[in-house]
């Protein structure tokens, strides 16, 4: 199943097991499960602590779990972990075998002390660049606690299962039988859904924290960029983020990273975290603004989280990003994660075999179509304008493929659904205002990104496009308040370019600091 390369990787990490484990693979007659054994077998003959046992009685067949001898860890693959998901077998097996996980004692210990019975199971794809953080969450999650059970499903492998599910983005969590959440999750994000006194624990830690002397909000290129300049500089620097590297997370490809060949969005934002975490500054992740409110004269600004707590700063970094634009139309958020989606490689998969629409004609949208058509019977392409706006190169190959059908110059209206799921997709021809409807059981939006302004709005000057108005400096309508990224009026939303106005944004709250007689601490 490994190749030589692979095998040597895994062979090597595995001289870090302390512990013997055992692998208990549940298997049937099928190609599937011929493969896992295979695996299995080659995993067992690289380490003398590993016992592999084939009696297993799952009702998924194939699947095998992961058990510490002596205990009673429930971590079970109802998968072959390959893709995406073979780090998520290395660390598995790893801390299985008793090698520590790069984890905070504080977050194990949270696991540790849960109480009650926690049945997680989780649908991903090999193919999703978004699932192995959420898995390796959940495997982490199983390792520390006898109390929390933990599968984690193919849903390639196991498409009848997801279809009686209703299952339709990745990765999705149920717990205890019921739906949890949908989309990549930290194992922090996890334990926040299920530990009822987190939220408030937060707040109360927040609250205490001193005045910072330039407040970072946001995680993504920009707001690290931001702060690594800032902790430069020796001041008291705070980051506050709802997740570490923001949009990048949820890119496949960068290839325009200059100095970089090429990388991903998870590998980009991993390195993002890990760089800040190499000065002093004080990252509260998992917290969302819900609020600025300025400094008065020689006074402090004040950021309000959602979860009550108030940061106090003497400047304040903007640097929130964006999110995916919307179509905003009936139907949409109805049949959000149940047919409608945003991220083709991670649910692409679940539409295996079945006509899917993709909504927009930019770079964006036209690859998105094309990654498709390669899963799916057939791709329809909605684009608003005349003429598609992606890159003469994309749209020769998208024009190649037999199975994609373009339609240009048209208005989706609708998303039509059956109460469960996506069945179908209205739209209008708008030179002849004909109506028309399509059948389908997916539609992937590609319009386009909102910034994230809300919380400011009436505090900050925005533009009509939500976007925070910045001049060459970075700095807002707001003495004090600087903006970086995705999130402001700069033109051409890239990394490369985010992560230069974050460094602009920090040198000029620093000169402000100076100027202002705030000196840092």
């Not at 072959?80 to 073979?86: A, N, S, T, V």
Request: negative net charge.
């Amino acid at each position: 199943m490994l190749d030589q390369e692979l095998a040597t990787q895994l062979k090597a990490y595995l001289e870090r097991v302390t512990q013997p484990f055992e692998l208990v693979a549940s298997l049937d007659d099928s190609q599937s499960s011929a493969e896992l054994r295979g695996l299995l077998e080659q995993i067992q003959g690289m380490s003398d602590k590993i016992t592999l046992r084939t009696d297993g009685n799952d009702a998924r067949k194939p699947s095998f779990t992961l058990q510490r001898l002596g205990t009673s860890t429930q971590l079970r693959f109802a998968a072959i972990p390959l893709g995406h998901e073979f780090t998520s077998l290395v660390l598995a097996l790893l801390w299985t075998g008793g090698h520590p996980p790069k984890v905070e004692e504080d977050t194990l210990q949270q696991i540790r002390n849960l109480q009650g019975d926690y049945n997680f199971e989780c649908y991903m794809s090999l193919s999703c660049h978004s699932c192995p953080e959420t898995v390796q969450s959940l495997s982490l999650m199983a390792i520390q606690n006898p109390n929390i059970k933990v599968t984690i499903i193919d849903g390639a492998l196991y498409q009848k299962e997801v279809e009686e599910r209703q299952v339709m983005g990745v990765p999705t969590v149920y717990l205890n039988g019921d739906m949890l959440a949908n989309g990549r999750m930290t194992v922090e994000e996890l334990l926040a859904k299920v530990d009822s006194g987190a939220a408030a624990r937060d707040a109360e830690k927040l609250n205490a924290k001193e005045a910072f002397d330039v407040l970072v909000v946001g995680g993504g290129p920009a707001g690290a960029a931001a702060a690594i300049y800032a902790a430069r500089k020796g001041i008291r620097t705070g980051v506050v983020a709802e997740r570490f590297g923001g949009q990048v997370m949820d890119t496949l490809a960068i290839e325009n990273f200059i100095s970089v060949k090429a990388t991903d969005g998870p590998k980009l934002g991993a390195a993002l975290e890990e760089h800040v975490k190499d000065y002093d500054v004080d990252i509260m992740a998992l917290q969302r603004a819900s609020s600025l409110k300025p400094a008065t004269e020689g006074g402090l600004a004040e950021v309000t989280l959602e979860n009550g707590a108030v940061l106090k700063a003497k400047s304040v970094i903007l640097a929130t990003g964006a999110r995916w634009r919307e179509m905003n139309i009936p139907g949409e958020a109805q049949y959000k994660t149940k047919g409608v989606a945003f991220c083709p490689h991670c649910d692409g998969p679940l539409f295996k075999g079945k006509k899917v629409a993709v909504i927009g004609g930019g770079n964006s949208g036209v690859e998105a179509a094309i990654d498709l058509a390669g899963v799916v019977e057939h791709v329809t392409l909605f684009e608003f304008m005349p003429e598609l706006k992606a890159d003469s190169v994309l749209q020769k190959k998208l024009h190649s493929l037999p199975n994609v059908t373009v339609l240009k110059n048209v208005q989706t209206t609708e998303v039509v659904g059956d109460g469960q799921k996506v069945s179908a997709l209205r739209y209008k021809d708008r030179a002849t205002e004909e109506a028309h409807e399509l059948e389908l059981a997916g539609i992937f939006v590609q319009i386009g990104l909102l910034p994230n302004t809300d919380f400011v709005k009436g505090t900050v000057e925005l533009n009509r496009m939500g976007e925070i108005v910045v001049d060459a400096r970075g700095a807002t309508s707001v003495p004090g308040v600087f903006a970086a990224g995705d999130c402001t009026t700069v033109p051409y939303k890239q990394i490369i370019i985010a992560m230069g106005e974050g460094a602009k944004a920090s040198l000029s709250a620093f000169d402000h600091l100076i100027r202002s007689g705030a000196p840092a601490h």
